[in-house]
C-alpha cells in the first residue's frame, strides 16, 4: 500500500523530471490544493490565466510548452548568453604557450566589454621577435636563451664568406691610410679635383670582387641585414632594412646568380642592390668603401713599380680591347662561362688587388654627388669624407665595367651612377684595421 508521503515523493519526482504528475494531486506535489480534481497527461489543462501576485500585478505562472522557443534575455527562465561579467578582467597571451613568460615575453590583460564579451586584442603582450637582437643580454625570441643566434664580432682579418673552406675570391689586402689629390680632369664626373683629400686609417681590402661562391654562403646563412647602424670613420649609416636577392641567370643572361651552384661560381656577383651590398659587407665583417677609399687604394696609394696619382691601376698605359682585352674586362670584351663578364682575377693585380678596372663597376657608400656640389665635396680640405647628402639618391660606382666603350670610362678617377640590378654593377668591401 502506497503511503502519502510515498505519493508525494513519486510524483514530486514525475514533476522533475517533467514527464508528468498523472494521479497527483496538487497538495502532493507541495503546491496549494484548490480543491480541483486531479488530472492526468490525457485530461486537457483549463488555462486557468494569469494569477495575481502579491504586488498586485499579474504574473503568468503556466509554463511553456515544451518545444517553445526561449529567447535568451527575455524568458527569465534561461540568463542571457554572455561569455562574461561587463568590467571583469583576465590574463591573455597569443602567442605560443610554451613562449609565456619566458625572456621579453609578457602576458596581456582583456576587460569584458558592455555586452559581456572579451575582446579579441590583448592589451599589453610582449610577443617573442623574429629574430635575436645581438649584445643587448634579453631573451628576445622567447626560447630561454640570450644572445644565442649572434655570432661574435669578425676579426678584421676574417671574411665568414671564406671560412675555413675558402671558395674563389678570398683574400684580404692590408692598405694603409694617407693623403692625395682626388679627381682626374681626364676623367668622368671626376672634376674640379680635390687637392686634399685623407684617408686617416688603415684598412683591409678584398683582393677581389665579391664571388658568386662567397655570396651564395651569405645567402644560404640567411642574409641577414646589419642590427646596428655602419660604423665609418667619420660618420655612421643607418643599416638597410632588407636584403633583396639578386636577379638570376634564368631572369637575365646577364645577370651571374642561380639558385644553385652552377658555371659562375667563380665571377662577380651582379644584378644586385646596394642594400643587398651592404648587408653582405656587414655580414662578412666589414663594409662598402667610400669613393675616397676606394679611388685611394686604385690610384692614390703608391704600389711597388707604380707611381701614385696613375690613370689606372697600373700606370698610365691604356688597356688594349683588340683583338682582345689585355688589362681589364671591358669594350664588350668575350667572357666566360655565357657570362659578359670573367673570373675574378683574370688580370694581373696592381699591389695584390685584382678587376679595380672593368669586370663589374663597384658600389661604394657614398651618394653620387658632382664634385662642385659643396654639401659634400668642394674644394676644401677633407678627412674621410662620405657624401650622405639628401635626398640620398643613387650611390657612386667606381672601376668601370665590361660594357664601357672606352679607356677613359674605367679611369681610376672616372665615377658613375649605381643603378638597381644592373648587371654590370657588383662591389668589394673593406674593413677597418
Same mark, same amino acid.
Given at each position: *500500500? *502506497?503511503?502519502a508521503t510515498n505519493r508525494m515523493l513519486r510524483c514530486t519526482t514525475a514533476l522533475l523530471a517533467l514527464s508528468g504528475a498523472a494521479g497527483c494531486a496538487m497538495g502532493e506535489l507541495g503546491w496549494p490544493?484548490?480543491?480541483?480534481?486531479?488530472?492526468?497527461s490525457a485530461t486537457p489543462a483549463r488555462d486557468s490565466g494569469p494569477s495575481v501576485s502579491r504586488d498586485g500585478g499579474a504574473s503568468d505562472t503556466r509554463a511553456p510548452p515544451r518545444d517553445a522557443a526561449?529567447?535568451?534575455?527575455?524568458?527569465?527562465?534561461?540568463?542571457?548568453?554572455?561569455?562574461?561579467?561587463?568590467?571583469? @578582467?583576465?590574463?591573455?597571451?597569443?602567442?605560443?604557450?610554451?613562449?609565456? +613568460?619566458?625572456?621579453?615575453?609578457?602576458?596581456?590583460?582583456?576587460?569584458?566589454?558592455?555586452?559581456?564579451?572579451?575582446?579579441?586584442?590583448?592589451?599589453?603582450?610582449?610577443?617573442?621577435?623574429?629574430?635575436?637582437?645581438?649584445?643587448?643580454?634579453?631573451?628576445?625570441?622567447? $626560447?630561454?636563451?640570450?644572445?644565442?643566434?649572434?655570432?661574435?664580432?669578425?676579426?678584421?682579418?676574417?671574411?665568414?664568406?671564406?671560412?675555413?673552406?675558402?671558395?674563389?675570391?678570398?683574400?684580404?689586402?692590408?692598405?694603409?691610410?694617407?693623403?692625395?689629390?682626388?679627381?682626374?680632369?681626364?676623367?668622368?664626373?671626376?672634376?674640379?679635383?680635390?687637392?686634399?683629400?685623407?684617408?686617416?686609417?688603415?684598412?683591409?681590402?678584398?683582393?677581389?670582387?665579391?664571388?658568386?661562391?662567397?655570396?651564395?654562403?651569405?645567402?644560404?646563412?640567411?642574409?641577414?641585414?646589419?642590427?646596428?647602424?655602419?660604423?665609418?670613420?667619420?660618420? *655612421?649609416?643607418?643599416?638597410?632594412?632588407?636584403?633583396?636577392?639578386?636577379?638570376?641567370?634564368?631572369?637575365?643572361?646577364?645577370?651571374?646568380?642561380?639558385?644553385?651552384?652552377?658555371?659562375?661560381?667563380s665571377h662577380p656577383i651582379n644584378c644586385l642592390e646596394w642594400q643587398t651590398a651592404q648587408s653582405f659587407c656587414a655580414w662578412d665583417g666589414g663594409r662598402l668603401p667610400t669613393e675616397a677609399e676606394w679611388?685611394?687604394?686604385?690610384?692614390?696609394?703608391?704600389?711597388?713599380?707604380?707611381?701614385?696619382?696613375?690613370?689606372?691601376?697600373?700606370?698610365?698605359?691604356?688597356?688594349?680591347?683588340?683583338?682582345?682585352?689585355?688589362?681589364?674586362?671591358?669594350?664588350?670584351?668575350?667572357?666566360?662561362?655565357?657570362?659578359?663578364?670573367?673570373?675574378?682575377?683574370?688580370?694581373?693585380? @696592381?699591389?695584390?688587388?685584382?678587376?679595380?678596372?672593368? $669586370?663589374?663597376?663597384?658600389?661604394?657608400?657614398?651618394?653620387?654627388? *658632382?664634385?662642385?656640389?659643396?654639401?659634400?665635396?668642394?674644394?676644401?680640405?677633407?678627412?674621410?669624407?662620405?657624401?650622405?647628402?639628401?635626398?640620398?639618391?643613387?650611390?657612386?660606382?667606381? /672601376?668601370?665595367?665590361?660594357?664601357?666603350?672606352?679607356?677613359?670610362?674605367?679611369?681610376?678617377?672616372?665615377? +658613375?651612377? /649605381?643603378?638597381?640590378?644592373?648587371? +654590370?654593377?657588383?662591389?668589394?668591401?673593406?674593413?677597418?684595421?
Amino acid at each position: *500500500m *502506497m503511503t502519502a508521503t510515498n505519493r508525494m515523493l513519486r510524483c514530486t519526482t514525475a514533476l522533475l523530471a517533467l514527464s508528468g504528475a498523472a494521479g497527483c494531486a496538487m497538495g502532493e506535489l507541495g503546491w496549494p490544493d484548490t480543491g480541483g480534481t486531479p488530472r492526468d497527461s490525457a485530461t486537457p489543462a483549463r488555462d486557468s490565466g494569469p494569477s495575481v501576485s502579491r504586488d498586485g500585478g499579474a504574473s503568468d505562472t503556466r509554463a511553456p510548452p515544451r518545444d517553445a522557443a526561449i529567447t535568451p534575455g527575455r524568458d527569465s527562465a534561461v540568463p542571457p548568453m554572455t561569455e562574461c561579467t561587463t568590467g571583469a @578582467t583576465r590574463e591573455c597571451y597569443s602567442g605560443a604557450g610554451v613562449t609565456r +613568460s619566458v625572456g621579453r615575453c609578457r602576458p596581456g590583460a582583456q576587460s569584458c566589454d558592455a555586452s559581456g564579451r572579451w575582446p579579441t586584442a590583448c592589451a599589453g603582450e610582449v610577443l617573442p621577435a623574429t629574430s635575436e637582437q645581438c649584445a643587448n643580454s634579453i631573451d628576445d625570441d622567447c $626560447n630561454g636563451m640570450v644572445d644565442e643566434a649572434c655570432s661574435p664580432e669578425v676579426p678584421s682579418d676574417v671574411q665568414r664568406s671564406c671560412g675555413s673552406m675558402p671558395v674563389a675570391g678570398c683574400g684580404l689586402v692590408e692598405v694603409a691610410g694617407g693623403a692625395f689629390q682626388m679627381g682626374d680632369t681626364m676623367a668622368l664626373f671626376s672634376a674640379p679635383v680635390l687637392t686634399s683629400v685623407r684617408v686617416s686609417g688603415a684598412m683591409r681590402v678584398d683582393a677581389y670582387e665579391v664571388t658568386v661562391a662567397r655570396f651564395r654562403r651569405f645567402w644560404a646563412a640567411g642574409h641577414p641585414v646589419p642590427r646596428d647602424a655602419i660604423r665609418y670613420p667619420s660618420t *655612421m649609416l643607418p643599416a638597410p632594412v632588407a636584403a633583396p636577392e639578386p636577379e638570376t641567370t634564368a631572369s637575365q643572361s646577364q645577370c651571374n646568380w642561380t639558385a644553385t651552384p652552377g658555371s659562375r661560381e667563380s665571377h662577380p656577383i651582379n644584378c644586385l642592390e646596394w642594400q643587398t651590398a651592404q648587408s653582405f659587407c656587414a655580414w662578412d665583417g666589414g663594409r662598402l668603401p667610400t669613393e675616397a677609399e676606394w679611388e685611394w687604394v686604385a690610384r692614390g696609394r703608391t704600389v711597388p713599380g707604380v707611381a701614385a696619382g696613375r690613370s689606372f691601376p697600373w700606370g698610365d698605359e691604356e688597356p688594349a680591347s683588340t683583338p682582345a682585352c689585355d688589362r681589364a674586362q671591358f669594350a664588350l670584351c668575350a667572357g666566360e662561362d655565357g657570362a659578359p663578364t670573367r673570373h675574378v682575377g683574370s688580370f694581373a693585380a @696592381t699591389g695584390s688587388i685584382y678587376d679595380l678596372a672593368g $669586370n663589374v663597376g663597384e658600389f661604394t657608400a657614398d651618394v653620387h654627388r *658632382m664634385y662642385d656640389d659643396t654639401s659634400c665635396w668642394g674644394t676644401i680640405a677633407r678627412t674621410d669624407p662620405l657624401c650622405v647628402a639628401l635626398p640620398a639618391g643613387f650611390r657612386a660606382v667606381r /672601376g668601370g665595367d665590361w660594357t664601357e666603350f672606352a679607356p677613359v670610362l674605367i679611369r681610376s678617377a672616372s665615377r +658613375s651612377i /649605381g643603378v638597381t640590378g644592373q648587371a +654590370s654593377v657588383g662591389f668589394r668591401c673593406v674593413r677597418a684595421r
